[in-house]
């Protein structure tokens, strides 16, 4: 007996690569509005196994580190953002969510990671932004690393003069000053205090009592309170 109206079946209705592209974002794009962020992560993570999606694998692997960092899942977020810098350095988006999720982590790991990242590469190359090189000196600065971060800071403001790093360089060697075992203590003081009237010299009329305040603080920190106070008042 055979069947009535059957459904026939044909490989002409298999939908298209751009398809299967299309209803994936909508899905992303559907688990974003509504805040779904680990059905999300689960797309992204299954889709990476799609053979049919292989030639959009960069962006789905984007997507799955953007969902671990809404997800509060920043172990795979950090190592899915390695491996994007491992391979380009000089794209800005990789930079601002590798800055998003050292934030949230308060990891000191990226510390490591930048520094073997760079380490065979020769300084300020044409090929990554220079702001990336303050990131760098900035993840040397906040590990405590203050003798590298100095390194880097000076060299950066040899090649970019700035107002704003050169009062870094200050604090930072005030910072070194204050370390119990450090020799020349004076004469890191004196080179500190240089800097921040470079810095007060070549700050913005406009960011005056910023210049006052830093100033102040700075004169604090190596115990100078008397002219500390005056900048205070």
């Known amino acids: 007996i055979e069947d009535m109206d059957t459904p026939e079946f044909s490989k002409t209705d298999e939908p298209t690569v751009s398809d299967d592209w299309t209803m994936f974002c909508d899905l992303i794009n559907s688990a974003w509005e509504n805040k779904r962020y680990t059905h999300m992560q689960r797309l992204t993570f299954a889709a ?63 510390h490591r990671f930048v520094t ?21 000196a900035n993840y040397c600065l906040l590990s405590n690393s203050y003798k590298y971060a100095l390194n880097h800071y000076d060299e950066i403001y040899r090649r970019f003069p700035s107002p704003m790093i050169a009062m870094i360089l200050g604090i930072l060697y ?40 830093n100033t102040g603080r700075y004169y604090h920190q190596i115990g100078m309170l008397s002219l500390a106070k005056n900048y205070y008042e």
């Not at 997800?71 to 380009?88: A, H, M, P, Q, W």
């Open 48 to 110: 990476m196994s799609s053979r049919r999606l292989q030639q959009h694998v960069k962006e789905i692997d984007f997507m799955g580190a953007v969902a671990c960092l809404f997800n509060k899942e920043e172990v795979f977020g950090y190592n899915k953002i390695r491996e994007f810098l491992s391979t380009d350095k000089s794209m800005p988006r990789y930079w601002n969510l590798f800055n998003l999720i050292i934030y949230v982590t308060q990891d000191t790991r990226h």
């Open 174 to 213: 005030s910072q070194i000053a204050n370390q119990k075992f450090t020799n020349r203590k004076q004469s890191l003081v004196v080179q500190g205090m240089n800097y921040f009237e470079i810095y007060k010299n070549t700050r913005e009329p406009e960011a005056k009592a910023e210049v006052l305040y």
């Open 116 to 136: 073997r990242l760079f380490d065979r590469q020769t300084a300020f190359s044409a090929n990554v932004p220079p702001l990336v090189y303050t990131l760098i």
